[in-house]
T-cell receptor, first 114, second 111 residues
Framework: DTGVSQDPRHKITKRGQNVTFRCDPISEHNRLYWYRQTLGQGPEFLTYFQNEAQLEKSRLLSDRFSAERPKGSFSTLEIQRTEQGDSAMYLC????????????FGPGTRLLVL | EDKVVQSPLSLVVHEGDTVTLNCSYEVTNFRSLLWYKQEKKAPTFLFMLTSSGIEKKSGRLSSILDKKELFSILNITATQTGDSAVYLCAVDVTGANNLFFGTGTRLTVIP
C-alpha cells in the first residue's frame, strides 16, 4: 500500500502524559499536513511542512504541540501534558508541491485522553 | 474569516432515495471546492470543482458549483447502504496552505 499511513491508529492515555504520533506520507509528496478532527466537526488545520521546513502553524497549535519532519519524509506530532480537550482524531495528509487541493489523507490516529 | 457551512448536519433516508447535500462558503480568493466522503477513517476524495455550472459526475454521484451564489451541491441518486458516511466539503483558497473544511453532513441510508 503506497498511501499515507499513520501510527498508532488508536491511543488512550491519561491526562498529563505525553504522546507522539507518526505519519508516513506518499513518498514523492513534498507537502505534509496535520489536521485535527473532533466529533461532529470537519478537519481543522494544525500545521504544514514543505519538505523538512514547517512553514505554517495554526493558532490551534498550542505550545504543548510540536511537529517535526526531520528528513522531509515522515513526520511526528507530539502532544505534551495531554488534556481531555486534546481527545480527537489526528489526520495527516500529503500532496505534491503546487497541488495542495489534491491532498491524500491517512487513516488518522484517534486519541482519547482520560 | 473564511467559512464553509454544510447542510443538513445529518440526514436519514431509505435505500433508493435521492439526496442533495449542500455546501455554502464565504472565503476570499476562492480557488476550488472539494467534496470528500469519510467513513470510519480517512476522508477520500470525490470531486474537485473550479468552474461554475459544470457538473462533475461519478456513477450515482454528481456535483455542481455556483460561484455567483457561493455554493455547491452533491447529489446521490438511488442511494445504497454503502453510501452511509460523512460527506465533507472543503474550500481551497489562494494564499492559504491548507483546505478549509465544513462540519460535514452525516448521511445514513437504511435498507
Amino acid at each position: 500500500d503506497t498511501g499515507v499511513s499513520q501510527d498508532p491508529r488508536h491511543k488512550i492515555t491519561k491526562r498529563g502524559q505525553n504522546v507522539t504520533f507518526r505519519c508516513d506520507p506518499i513518498s514523492e509528496h513534498n507537502r505534509l499536513y496535520w489536521y485535527r478532527q473532533t466529533l461532529g466537526q470537519g478537519p481543522e488545520f494544525l500545521t504544514y511542512f514543505q519538505n523538512e521546513a514547517q512553514l505554517e502553524k495554526s493558532r490551534l497549535l498550542s505550545d504543548r504541540f510540536s511537529a517535526e519532519r526531520p528528513k522531509g519524509s515522515f513526520s511526528t506530532l507530539e502532544i505534551q501534558r495531554t488534556e481531555q480537550g486534546d481527545s480527537a482524531m489526528y489526520l495527516c495528509a500529503s500532496s505534491l508541491l503546487g497541488q495542495k487541493e489534491t491532498q491524500y489523507f491517512g487513516p488518522g490516529t484517534r486519541l482519547l485522553v482520560l | 474569516e473564511d467559512k464553509v457551512v454544510q447542510s443538513p448536519l445529518s440526514l436519514v433516508v431509505h435505500e433508493g432515495d435521492t439526496v442533495t447535500l449542500n455546501c455554502s462558503y464565504e472565503v476570499t480568493n476562492f480557488r476550488s471546492l472539494l467534496w470528500y466522503k469519510q467513513e470510519k477513517k480517512a476522508p477520500t476524495f470525490l470531486f474537485m470543482l473550479t468552474s461554475s455550472g459544470i457538473e462533475k459526475k461519478s456513477g450515482r454521484l454528481s456535483s455542481i458549483l455556483d460561484k455567483k451564489e457561493l455554493f455547491s451541491i452533491l447529489n446521490i441518486t438511488a442511494t445504497q447502504t454503502g453510501d452511509s458516511a460523512v460527506y465533507l466539503c472543503a474550500v481551497d483558497v489562494t494564499g492559504a496552505n491548507n483546505l478549509f473544511f465544513g462540519t460535514g453532513t452525516r448521511l445514513t441510508v437504511i435498507p
